[in-house]
């Protein structure tokens, strides 16, 4: 990138710039540990239990956890390879399919869906730290719950001391959150390990958990409903990580080559996903017959543990907390943000904003609320990020043959500028991947306010990531067809 044009342009900052040689320097080892840092965690490690709950049995569950993410690796590594041969983050991949203006739509919602994340993540933190407090006094803390806020001013000093945790990570920068991912990881395997130990000993087996039969088989609840609870699971489950299939180039733009993000990431995600929900399984199994009840909450669970044990598992489940927020909720908004006024905000800027707002969204607030409709929820925004991966993977493969013109991606008036900044093809790709999808999901979250939306819609429904990645993906091709030599000829440098 020449100075003349880091200086004129209003797409352009320094953390948005391609990465030189000397800053790629993560191996695939690094990715893997990114992945198995990420893949360790509480929402992760509870996905199964919404399978268990809902007929399946556990080889069921562990297996529709390990295919969603088998499935939704290829996306990753697709768009994960602009990443590493041009150096650029996400927010500037888009620029080559919705123009540079337009690109600014695919990272706010990006962003928007991290931010929630983030906050809901940091509250998680927080309980930790106010459970073990709790323990280590011996009773309940924290007193009458303060007016208009709805917690009480340990858990509210609890969240704060959280949050400012992950400040320090994000003051600095992208290689302390590589360190940390790198560290952490084959901890958070021994602790696992440790665990399974613990639960075998106490409870003298696994339990009855893994034992129990499928609500699907003929005679159980469920009979021959199996595929009509399977489809929408496995679409849930992908949307789990359809967030970071998408801003994969972020982490990929400091990989050393395309063989390392292409080991590290097919090592290190489906394989841990399938094997956590396989330890999330028999761990619970075996509070079956430790507690009585099924504790599919590992929060809960460590504060049940006794002595020490209780002290190191919520310590570890902090560390655990820390590493996969920033790494899966704030690195992408961080540049989304910037992305969206290059010329004044940076990424830590970005960063900072993100942390504001994990701040303002009061996520307890959120989960009271929302708290049934997660798995919903990851369904309904896998309908948006859908269409988006189908489009970013069309045109840089089937349009571009992977050729990009890095420079013209920083220039307001060059090839990617396409009508005023938008590519109107990429905006009614993406329209019409999303709105197959919209009566399912009014009917999903609001059964009482839509209820005669058709089976054709909740069907489509079913299937919303396949379905918006799969019609937006056809659409954005067929249009840009004609389009495609244009789009392939370099422009006329000023």
């Not at 990851?378 to 069309?394: E, K, M, N």
């Not at 909740?458 to 990531?465: C, E, R, S």
Request: hydrophobic letters at 50%.
């Amino acid at each position: 990138m020449n100075n003349d044009l880091s200086g004129s342009t209003q797409l352009w900052n320094e953390d948005l710039a391609p990465t030189s040689a000397a800053q790629r320097t993560w191996r695939w080892y690094h990715f893997a540990a990114l992945w198995v840092g990420m893949v360790m965690c509480i929402p992760a490690y509870t996905l199964s239990a919404s399978l268990i709950e809902g007929g399946m049995s556990a080889y069921q569950a562990v297996f529709t956890v390990f295919l969603a993410n088998a499935i939704v690796l290829l996306p990753m590594l697709a768009i994960g390879h602009a990443g590493t041969k041009y150096g650029i983050p996400y927010a500037v991949l888009a620029r080559a399919s919705f123009g540079t203006a337009g690109a600014r739509l695919p990272a706010l919602m990006r962003a928007i869906v991290a931010c929630g994340w983030y906050g809901i993540q940091t509250w998680f933190g927080g309980q930790m730290i106010y459970t073990l407090i709790g323990v280590l006094l011996g009773g309940e803390i924290g007193g009458a719950k303060i007016a208009g806020l709805g917690i009480n001013g340990m858990q509210l000093l609890c969240f704060l001391a959280f949050w400012a945790i992950q400040f320090w990570y994000i003051v600095h920068g992208m290689d302390a959150i590589r360190k940390l991912e790198t560290y952490t990881a084959p901890l958070k395997i021994l602790i696992c390990f440790v665990l399974l130990g613990w639960v075998y000993q106490k409870a003298g087996g696994f339990g009855p958990l893994l034992e129990q039969p499928s609500q699907f088989v003929e005679g159980g609840k469920k009979a021959g409903q199996f595929w009509s609870s399977f489809w929408p699971s496995l679409t849930a489950m992908v949307g789990f990580w359809a967030t970071l299939a998408l801003n994969i180039p972020d982490f990929t733009r400091f990989a050393k080559t395309q063989r390392d993000q292409l080991v590290g990431q097919s090592v290190g995600l489906p394989v841990p996903m399938g094997l956590l929900a396989a330890l999330a399984v028999i761990v619970t199994s075996a509070t079956v017959v430790l507690y009585g009840k099924a504790i599919w909450d590992p929060v809960d669970l460590a504060s049940r543990m006794t002595g020490v044990a209780v002290l190191v598992a919520l310590v570890i489940l902090l560390i655990d907390t820390v590493s996969v927020n920033l790494a899966a909720n704030l690195v992408g908004p961080a540049y989304d943000f910037s992305a969206l006024a290059p010329k004044h905000i940076s990424y830590r800027a970005g960063g900072y904003i993100t942390a504001s707002i994990a701040l303002v969204m009061m996520p307890w607030k959120v989960l009271e609320s929302t708290q049934g409709y997660i798995f919903t929820w990851l369904i309904g925004y896998s309908a948006l990020l859908g269409p988006i991966a189908g489009i970013l993977i069309v045109d840089y493969y089937l349009i571009r043959k992977t050729e990009l013109n890095v420079e013209q991606l920083y220039r307001e008036d060059g090839q990617y500028s396409y009508v005023a900044g938008w590519n109107s093809a990429a905006i009614v790709a993406f329209i019409l991947g999303v709105v197959p999808n919209i009566p399912g999901f009014l009917n999903a979250a609001f059964p009482a306010s839509f209820p005669g939306v058709g089976d054709a819609f909740k069907t489509i429904y079913t299937y919303a990531w396949f379905v918006g990645i799969a019609i937006s993906a056809l659409v954005y091709g067929v249009v840009m067809k004609g389009r495609a030599a244009a789009a392939l000829r370099p422009a006329a440098q000023p």
